[in-house]
T-cell receptor, first 111, second 114 residues
Framework: SQQGEEDPQALSIQEGENATMNCSYK?????LQWYRQNSGRGLVHLIL?????REKHSGRLRVTLDTSKKSSSLLITASRAADTASYFC???????????FGGGTRVLVKP | DAGVTQSPTHLIKTRGQHVTLRCSPI?????VSWYQQVLGQGPQFIFQ???????GRGNFPDRFSARQFPNYSSELNVNALLLGDSALYLC?????????????FGPGTRLTVL
């Protein structure tokens, strides 16, 4: 079963705009991770945020985590055509060892 | 340093056949996990191995099995293939057994069952 649910399922934006996607989950977590996947290939790790953290940045990426609402958001600023991909959130439960993925958000950045 | 490698890249089988997929983790990583990703969905956890022992199993039938070798590489075996086994099979490695550190994924093996 899928722990996380991403919203929206699909997103289309112009190059230079910001893209925001959200992830909700159901149980207490140790950490939440965001991954990118291009055209059905392998997953590329973007950011890991732990349950005691509220915000993390990596380049043009900003991730927030609200454990009270069991939700996270991924913001991509100044998007580029190369950001076109599917983005997945994945959670690790407290004392857990596996990633539980959501269904993903498909992002299309138009040049 | 090489990342997680998987072989083969693509595979076509017919129903009822058996398949073996292979994975080599990042050097120094002792944990290997396998995931199945059906088209249009997120990956689903199949197995985790750490130090050659099974440390986790997802909700998959007994037709799925795996093992880890002394060099930490791993094989995923699927018997009596069904059409529904068509998917991208992803291998991931990390240093430790728990989920507190980053998991790195390979490029996947695309399995098509006809």
């Amino acid at each position: 079963s899928q722990q996380g649910e991403e919203d929206p399922q699909a997103l289309s934006i112009q190059e230079g705009e910001n893209a925001t996607m959200n992830c909700s989950y159901k149980t207490s977590i140790n950490n939440l991770q965001w991954y990118r996947q291009n055209s059905g290939r392998g997953l590329v790790h973007l950011i890991l945020i732990r349950s005691n953290e509220r915000e993390k940045h990596s380049g043009r990426l900003r991730v927030t985590l609200d454990t009270s609402k069991k939700s996270s958001s991924l913001l991509i600023t100044a998007s580029r055509a190369a950001d076109t991909a599917s983005y997945f959130c994945a959670t690790v439960k407290a004392a857990g060892n596996k990633l539980t993925f959501g269904g993903g958000t498909r992002v299309l950045v138009k040049p | 340093d090489a990342g997680v490698t998987q072989s083969p890249t693509h595979l076509i089988k017919t129903r009822g056949q058996h398949v073996t997929l292979r994975c080599s983790p990042i050097s120094g990583h002792k944990s290997v996990s396998w995931y199945q990703q059906v088209l249009g969905q997120g990956p689903q956890f199949i197995f985790q191995y750490y130090e050659k022992e099974e440390r986790g199993r997802g909700n998959f039938p007994d037709r799925f099995s795996a093992r880890q070798f002394p060099n930490y590489s791993s094989e995923l075996n699927v018997n009596a293939l069904l059409l529904g086994d068509s998917a991208l099979y992803l291998c991931a490695s990390r240093q430790g057994v728990t989920g507190t550190d980053t998991q790195y994924f390979g490029p996947g093996t695309r399995l098509t069952v006809l």
